[in-house]
């Protein structure tokens, strides 16, 4: 299994931008595809975006494609997910969550990502 720890939320104006990172330990980093998910109080869980476990195939939301840009640092064991131009609708725990390469490749499914991060806050005021 990997443990997934999240660090870079906070409180930003909108118009603002924030960095996320999800930091892996406990198994083989690159063996494991990483999505970031989000879900605002009394809503549904969103996808926003994923990356390959090689970090060439990348996939976003709609509502995030061209302001959000997730990468990842195989040297650092870490998945960063930088967030330009945030606006309320933004704001909600974003989580992170890896599923292993050989599961299911659909990656905007929460239901295929067996293991998951904390979870961070995202709060963008107006």
């Known amino acids: 299994q990997v443990q997934l720890v999240q660090s870079g939320g906070g409180l930003v104006q909108a118009g603002g931008s924030l960095r996320l990172s999800c930091a892996a330990s406990?198994?083989?980093?690159?063996?494991?595809?990483i999505g970031w998910f989000r879900q605002a109080p009394g809503k549904e869980r969103e996808f926003v975006t994923a990356?390959?476990?090689?970090?060439?195939?990348?996939y976003y939301a709609d509502s995030v494609k061209g302001r959000f840009a997730i990468s990842r640092d195989s040297a650092k064991n870490t998945v960063y997910l930088q967030m330009n131009s945030l606006t309320p609708e933004d704001t909600a725990v974003y989580y992170c969550?890896?599923?292993?390469?050989?599961?299911?490749?659909?990656?905007?499914?929460?239901?295929?990502?067996?293991?998951w991060g904390q979870g961070t806050q995202v709060t963008v005021s107006s």
């Open positions: 406990g198994g083989t980093f690159n063996r494991y595809d």
């Open positions: 969550a890896a599923k292993s390469f050989i599961g299911p490749s659909f990656f905007s499914s929460g239901t295929n990502y067996p293991w």
């Open positions: 990356i390959s476990r090689s970090g060439t195939n990348t």
